[in-house]
């Protein structure tokens, strides 16, 4: 009776397919491509500093935006004319956390996301983050009942997007595993390394090339390594140590060139929206393609 | 018409416009992408170029060590660079769920406390499935309930022989309508036993609760706990083959255990007594209590435990194994449930136990195991892999091999066992007198038959 692989391994994540990847709901619907990328950042960003404010462990986040992420790929996914970022968000949190060891009640999503909405940027500094107006994040008992529905409601339809497939494996854990490996803990820098590997990997999480969806934890581990040893200057083998974690050059130069193009979007996207209303909600979904077809 | 999305205009004409119209898009929209990726290949390669450049070239190659028992599982790939094979497992991906009306309902197979399940023919390849529907309580405004959520979960995550398969989940038009589509299976273990003339033999249980245990290690080796194993859970198919089923209790678990653990698992028949202690912190041993009630059950031919609520239940665990005391079972005094038994030390119930004279046919290292499996300390229980290699399966008669199983009728497969009905010995009294006329008659027919070469032919 050997012991056959399980199909879910902490290794291997369901990855989107080029179909997927081509196609989207949102484009069927008529969203320019480039609003629709920066609508799903958003979101992605949405529900990382949503899964920080109800004091989630970073995997359990990260899980949740990689739900949020996978839920508009192909074509016969949810389309940002149809649902509302903040409604797929709190849905990803909500169905993430249930059956996890941090479940979160639907009313400190609600709450928590009413808060975020009320701060008007999701690209802030940690200053905004202590603007306290209770006035402007005020859930009434109606307005939650109403949110509570749509939550439970898009619940069921990201489920029967991913044909109730919610596995995730994500490269945090192994990121570590390859670190040791390396030995680089042996070392004052080592600590300093992880870090920065481990916020190589957190901001990964949001690329607008979809890196969590398309590439294999190990592979993403080892890149967030090979750069920020780099960065900190750190010496790695000389050897081609990444192929012991299966990654080939070829798919490491690209990460790497991915993972580093990051700033450069993020200033952009920053700039874009600046002095703009989120996308949370589909009414402004709607302006900025109007916006953007009139300009055309 | 221009395909508008007005609410109105939902005539069939009307919607081929805009399912054309989407297509033609979807279509536009996959020729502007290939392009597209032509484009991100060209600067993907140029920053391959960079990257390399940054990179310096090994003077060695490195050479890893090649795991040959995995050949099977994991795709060795070279690299480009032709230095060593990487590994890559196969990926998987995700799709929308399909609909239900894919499947067609043959009959109904049981009512579980998690659904209705059903045997069901997939329409384009004529396979035969269960349909599990999922119970579903919208009112309490948790959406999807949590417990099926971690059936799912668990369910596709654990592969193995003895597990039952869930190939996919599909929906129906309603948002309610979750059916699992798992693989069909003849026989529950329970229904089996109740329609058996006989109990299995000794070398039949064997093979069946070696199958049983190798499902559960696996699900422990996997960090789950099924919090819900009884005969009516385990499945057999007419090789003899198990697989266990109905993870609705099941849930992933951690050491030190997770928090947020719920009392009010397994049912009450299998349930240790540390949970009906009402401890809040328990692992595996729980699923071990359950498997030694099987194995009981499965020598008796009925449940071992058959407690009307948890109090009875107790009392006769206490009557079979013994009452537990500091030495045997330590600390258990500081359970919830356990101050109340003071009053029980001295009732005549306490004692050894009554399990070796329960089980006058079971060799002493069979008893023993059973015995080792219903340990009220749950320390002292054996852990799947242990039971595996217990002296019990290798002493005569051996575990028969699957393939030797007596097969059943089905009842889940709408089969009913065909009862000869053989007449009773005569009753006392007047012997029936025999009617001359029908005796007459036996040989009647027979006159209007034609005969053939080789076979009669008889005219109608």
Not at chain 1, 185 to 213: I, T
Request: some cysteine.
């Amino acid at each position: 009776m050997a012991p056959e692989p399980s199909q879910n391994s902490v290794l291997v994540n369901p990855l989107a397919t080029p179909d997927q990847l081509s196609t989207s709901g949102s484009q069927l619907d008529g969203v320019p491509a480039s609003l629709e990328t920066s609508v799903i950042h958003i979101g992605a960003r949405l529900t990382q500093i949503a899964g920080v404010l109800l004091r989630l462990p970073q995997d359990l986040i990260a899980h949740a935006v990689v739900i949020f992420t996978r839920f508009w790929l192909g074509p016969e996914s949810g389309s940002l004319c149809e649902y509302s970022i903040k409604h797929v968000c709190a849905a990803a949190l909500y169905l993430t956390t249930k059956p996890s060891a941090h479940p979160k009640a639907p009313r400190s999503i609600i709450n928590v996301l009413a808060y975020i909405e009320a701060l008007g940027t999701v690209f802030f500094v940690q200053d905004d983050m202590d603007k306290n107006d209770p006035e402007s994040y005020y859930v009434s008992e109606g307005t939650y009942f109403t949110e509570r529905a749509q939550l439970t409601k898009v619940e069921s339809i990201i489920l029967r997007v991913l044909g109730f497939n919610t596995h995730v494996a994500l490269p945090y854990t192994i990121c570590i595993n390859y670190l040791q490996t390396l030995g680089v803990f042996d070392d004052d820098s080592g600590s300093e390394l992880a870090k920065r590997a481990w916020a190589h990997l957190n901001s990964a999480l949001l690329s607008p090339q979809l890196l969590f969806v398309t590439h294999q934890p190990p592979c993403l581990a080892t890149a967030a390594i090979y750069l920020a040893a780099k960065e900190v200057g750190v010496k790695l083998p000389s050897e081609q140590w990444w192929e012991v974690f299966d990654t080939d050059r070829e798919e490491l130069g690209f990460l790497v060139v991915a993972m580093l193009s990051m700033e450069g979007f993020l200033r952009e996207e920053k700039q874009n929206w600046a002095g703009k209303r989120m996308p949370y909600t589909l009414d402004v979904v709607e302006q900025e393609i109007k916006a953007l077809t009139d300009n055309s | 018409m221009t395909g508008s999305k007005s609410r109105w205009a939902d005539d069939e004409a009307d919607k081929e416009a805009r399912r054309r119209e989407k297509e033609e898009k979807k279509r536009a929209k996959l020729a502007k992408q290939k392009r597209q990726e032509e484009e991100a290949q060209k600067t993907a390669e140029a920053a391959t170029a960079r990257a390399q450049e940054e990179i310096s070239r090994p003077a060695k190659r490195r050479r890893i060590s090649n795991d040959d028992s995995n050949e099977n599982d994991v795709k060795h790939i070279k690299s480009d660079s032709g230095s060593a094979p990487l590994l890559r497992f196969p990926t998987t991906g995700w799709s929308p769920s399909r609909n239900v009306s894919n499947f067609e309902s043959l009959n109904h197979i049981e009512e579980g406390s998690y659904g209705w399940v059903s045997r069901a023919k997939e329409t384009a390849t004529g396979e035969i499935v269960a349909l599990k529907k999922m119970k579903m309580d919208t009112s309490s405004g948790q959406g999807f309930p949590v417990d099926a959520l971690r059936e799912i979960q668990i369910l596709s995550s654990a592969k193995h022989r003895h597990i039952v398969d869930l190939r996919e989940v599909v929906v129906g038009d309603k948002p309610d309508d979750v059916y699992l589509v798992m693989q069909f299976l003849e026989h529950d273990l329970k229904t089996l036993q109740e329609e058996m003339a006989e109990p299995f033999l000794p070398s039949e249980i064997k093979t069946l609760l070696l199958q049983i245990v190798a499902g559960v290690e696996f699900l422990h080796d996997n960090w789950i706990l099924h919090r819900d194993l009884k005969t009516s859970n385990i499945l057999m198919n007419n090789r003899g083959e198990i697989k266990l089923a109905d993870f609705g209790m099941a849930r992933q678990f951690s050491d030190p255990p997770p928090a947020n653990l719920t009392q009010l698992v397994v049912t009450l028949w299998y349930r240790a007594p540390e949970l009906l202690f009402g401890t809040s912190k328990y692992g595996t041993a729980i699923d071990m209590w359950s498997i030694g009630c099987i194995f009981g059950e499965l020598v008796r031919k009925e449940p071992l435990l058959q407690g009307r609520n948890e109090v009875d239940q107790l009392r006769r665990i206490f009557l079979l194994v013994g009452t537990p005391d500091e030495d045997s079972w330590p600390g258990f005094r500081r359970l919830a449930g356990a101050s109340a038994l003071k009053l029980m030390k001295n009732s005549p119930g306490a004692g050894k136990g009554s399990l070796r004279a329960q089980f006058p046919l079971l060799t002493s290292a069979g008893a023993s195991l059973l015995a080792a499996l219903l340990s009220l300390n749950p320390d002292d229980r054996p852990s799947a892999q242990e039971v595996l290699s217990d002296p019990y399966f290798l002493e005569a008669p051996r575990p028969k091999t699957t393939a030797m199983f007596p097969t059943f009728p089905s009842k889940a497969g709408g089969e009913k066992r065909r009862r000869v009905a053989s007449p009773n010995a005569p009753q006392r009294g007047q012997a029936p007198k025999i009617n001359m006329e029908e005796l007459s008659g036996i040989f009647s027919r027979k006159e209007g038959e034609e005969v053939g070469a080789g076979f009669a032919l008889r005219m109608a």
